[in-house]
């Protein structure tokens, strides 16, 4: 039998997620509803409101429109906010980018989803040109968020004196693009629509104490689905204040908080060692943060525990994957004595089932399987790939997620192991299927497979088995600095072991059990 959620089924307005979350900000109209952490400089409700609908009639003006995609490739600030909404209520659809990609990366992305435009940031700008010139895309298809010479501006579109064009787009439509590999392949577009993104908004609300009272920290990027549904659009939805950061550094991420008066810091489980053990942690004044909730990778309930020790507030865990808009389990706010290693509840309108993966039979209380999960916030497929949809989606909805849990008699989820090639990094994911095709193109490499191993930290790191060509004698560092140079840092082969031959299945596919299993016997 399927678990349901403990939690009575929340109603899912059928409406664009611009109607769903700008609409009537009442008393918080002239509250900061984005605000730079570095600088301090704050957007408030209407100023953003004015701003997305100023972007959406610039953006129309240039004959962007229903069923287009433009990309976003920025750090988080709050116009990343104004121009992700800009474009959903130009009716619109936006791919969100990885600001770490390489210029082939990024270029992979805009071909594959067919942007037709790339709003970035001057820093960015080499790459972005690179990257339109490698696709075939005009040079001047960017808009930069803060000002270059000769190129168009956010300034720019904000000065238009045009009128939003009519909003088109309904709740079915696509509203966003992120990439993800899933369980297999390649980084593939997750096709999120109004509903899903709505719908997860809606669900989340039950669970967690989010309000005007709120202040949200924004460190983990907007491009990833946490970033984008938990931080920037939970904020707006619950009226709550967002401090976005562009990237992590701990005595300016310590800063901000104390500064800011920080009450709810989203993180993955690499933020939570430095908060646990760093000692200058203990030279800044949290004691604004009520909530530290941890997500994208397992998270270590001692690690935790010293954390909601040493800041005395609550830690919390939830789980979640780009295709699910992303939340499907999390602990709520009023549990703080849940155990840390679980990943809490189902949210409501959210059912899931576990699923032993050899005999396809449905598990009970306490045994391992497969996690499925279905409900409104389960993407729509993957983008121009129906192999890789239907080996995700089933036919009865069902998602299945490529991770294995174990679930209480009481509904309390643990993930416990994955059964996908995914690699985590600090949360980030590293498709092994890149690595490995990268890999295959250096001259001196006849075979690669990698899968991921833990480090002397506990840290989940990509590891790389390679069969050199006969005679070569490449060594590890090589092959380290060849995938390095052309890929983001998350996606580095941080360990190198040479073999003789990838084990793999009669129909040539890696048997990356076995790699495991090698890779065990040794530790
Ligand atoms: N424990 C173990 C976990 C966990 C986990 C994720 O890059 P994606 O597609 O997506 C994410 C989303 C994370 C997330 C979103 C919203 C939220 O509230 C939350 O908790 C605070 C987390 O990372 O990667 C999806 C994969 O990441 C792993 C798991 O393998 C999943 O399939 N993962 N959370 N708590 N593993």
């Not at 920037?232 to 991420?253: S, W």
């Not at 270590?300 to 005395?312: F, I, T």
């Not at 959210?350 to 389960?378: A, F, H, I, M, Y």
């Not at 996908?420 to 075979?447: F, M, N, R, S, W």
Request: hydrophobic share 45%; charged share 20%; glycine share 8%.
């Amino acid at each position: 039998m399927p678990v349901r959620s403990p939690y009575a089924d929340v109603e899912i307005p059928d409406v664009p997620l611009f109607d769903f979350l700008f609409t009537d900000f009442g008393e918080r109209a002239g509250a900061p509803a984005f605000v730079d952490g570095p600088s301090g400089a704050a957007i408030t409700f209407a100023e953003l409101e004015g701003m997305v609908l100023k972007i959406a009639a610039a953006l129309s003006e240039r004959g962007i429109g229903a069923g287009d995609v433009v990309a976003l490739f920025a750090p988080n600030t709050p116009s990343y906010a104004a121009v992700f909404h800009g474009i959903l209520r130009a009716n619109a659809i936006v791919t969100s980018v990885n600001s770490l990609y390489t210029p082939g990366e990024l270029a992979h992305q805009l071909g594959d989803s067919g942007a037709k435009l790339v709003f970035t940031v001057s820093p960015f700008l080499d790459r972005v040109t690179a990257a339109l010139a490698e696709v075939g895309l005009p040079a001047d298809a960017v808009v930069v968020l803060d000002a270059a010479e000769g190129r168009t501006s956010l300034r720019d579109l904000l000065a238009t004196t045009a009128e939003p064009p009519a909003q088109t787009v309904t709740a079915g439509d696509t509203a966003v693009l992120p990439y993800s590999s899933g369980t297999t392949g390649r980084a593939k577009g997750v096709i999120l629509t109004h509903r899903n993104l709505v719908a997860n908004l809606c669900q989340i609300a039950e669970m967690g104490d989010v309000s005007s009272e709120t202040k949200i920290l924004a460190v983990l990027p907007f491009f990833h689905i946490y970033g984008m549904t938990v931080m920037m659009n939970q904020g707006l939805h619950r009226r709550a204040t967002v401090v976005t950061m562009p990237k992590f550094d701990l005595p300016e991420f310590l800063r901000v908080i104390s500064e800011h008066r920080v009450s709810r810091v989203y993180i993955a489980p690499p933020v939570a060692v430095a908060l646990a053990k760093h000692p200058i942690v203990d030279q800044y004044d949290l004691s604004c943060i009520d909530v530290v909730f941890s997500g994208a990778a397992p998270l270590d309930a001692e690690l935790g525990q010293a954390v909601a020790k040493r800041l005395n507030c609550t830690v919390l865990q939830g789980y979640g994957m780009t295709e699910l808009s992303p939340v499907s389990h999390c602990m709520p706010d009023d549990r703080p004595d849940m155990d840390l290693n679980t990943c809490g509840f189902a949210i409501p309108n959210v059912e899931s089932k576990l699923v032993d993966p050899e005999t396809g039979q449905e598990v009970g209380p306490g045994e391992r399987g497969e996690l499925w999960v279905r409900g409104p916030n389960v993407m729509s497929g993957y983008l121009n790939n129906p192999e890789a949809t239907a080996i995700t989606l089933d036919d009865e909805g069902y998602l299945h997620t490529g991770d294995v849990a174990t679930v209480t008699e009481d509904g309390v989820f643990t993930i416990v192991d994955r059964v996908k090639e995914l690699i985590k990094y600090k949360g980030y994911q590293v498709p092994p299927a890149e690595l490995e095709a990268l890999l295959l193109t250096h001259d001196e490499i006849a075979d690669a497979a990698v899968i991921g191993v833990r480090d002397a930290d506990g840290e989940e790191v990509p590891k790389a088995f390679v069969v050199r060509q006969a005679g070569a004698n490449l060594g590890a560092a090589e092959v380290m600095a060849f995938v390095a140079e052309r890929i983001a840092p998350h996606k580095k082969v941080r360990v190198v072991e040479f073999i003789d031959e990838i084990p793999k299945s009669a129909s040539g596919k890696i048997l990356r059990k076995d790699l495991r299993a090698r890779e065990a016997e040794r530790v």
